[in-house]
Antibody, heavy 118, light 112 residues
């Protein structure tokens, strides 16, 4: 059974940093592109970042480029999102998701909540 | 970024009746490989989104056949025939043809 378990969310001050993790199981992690997406009541669902199966290529939404870094450790079946210069616009539930062979996300984790507040 | 516009945003339905959700894209979603990467997701309260339909009309494993997708180019539809109580939730269209992936605003399906 495919499982994605996010962690690392919490309360952070504006301008602060946070690192999210997503541990994958139930599939060969090293053969799949992976993504981070987020959801807010105001903006809805948004893509944040994606990374190739071997970690050699990464891509970002314009709103986070230069502030967030996606990475992965295939030996640990773990996906990361390093977030910096956080603002209240980054407050959201962050999901990790697997990209399947049909170019979209077929499995999502349950999400981790990031709150940005002073 | 590609803008997806869903309608209606709220859809009260009588159980056992059909429901239809429209999704229009600001540009064609046909990719250079000839495929159209338009997908539909269901989100029940307190849960993560779950994909129902990929590439316009293909149902994911375990999705009841009362869910069907159709459309082409820029206009797409999700149809739910014989709505059941477990179908209550928010439905999103999503395009994977262009980066960044983008989503519609969501349509809330509720019991009338």
């Amino acid at each position: 059974e495919v499982q994605l378990l996010e962690s690392g969310g919490g309360l952070v001050r504006p301008g602060g940093s946070l690192r999210l993790s997503c541990v994958a199981s139930g599939f060969t992690f090293s053969t799949y592109r992976m993504h981070w997406l987020r959801q807010t009541p105001g903006k809805g669902l948004e893509s944040v970042a994606g990374i190739s199966a071997d970690g050699g290529d990464d891509f970002y939404a314009g709103s986070v480029r230069g502030r967030f870094t996606i990475s992965r450790d295939n030996s640990k079946n773990t996906l990361y999102l390093q977030m910096g210069s956080l603002t209240t616009d980054d407050m959201a539930i962050y999901y990790c998701a697997r990209e399947d062979n049909f170019g979209t996300s077929d499995y999502w984790g349950q999400g981790t909540l990031v709150t940005v507040s002073s | 970024d590609v803008v997806l516009t869903q309608s209606p945003l709220s859809l009260p339905v009588t159980l056992g009746q059909s429901a239809s959700i429209s999704c229009r894209s600001s540009q064609s979603l046909v990719y250079s490989d000839g495929n159209t990467y338009l997908n539909w997701f269901q989100q029940r309260p307190g849960q993560a989104p779950r994909r129902l339909i990929y590439k316009v009309s293909k149902r994911d494993s375990g999705v009841p056949d009362r869910f069907s997708g159709s459309g082409s180019g820029t206009d797409f539809t999700l149809m739910i025939s014989r709505v059941e109580a477990e179908d209550v939730g928010v439905y999103y269209c999503m395009q994977g043809t262009y980066w960044p992936w983008t989503f519609g605003q969501g349509t809330k399906v509720e019991n009338k």
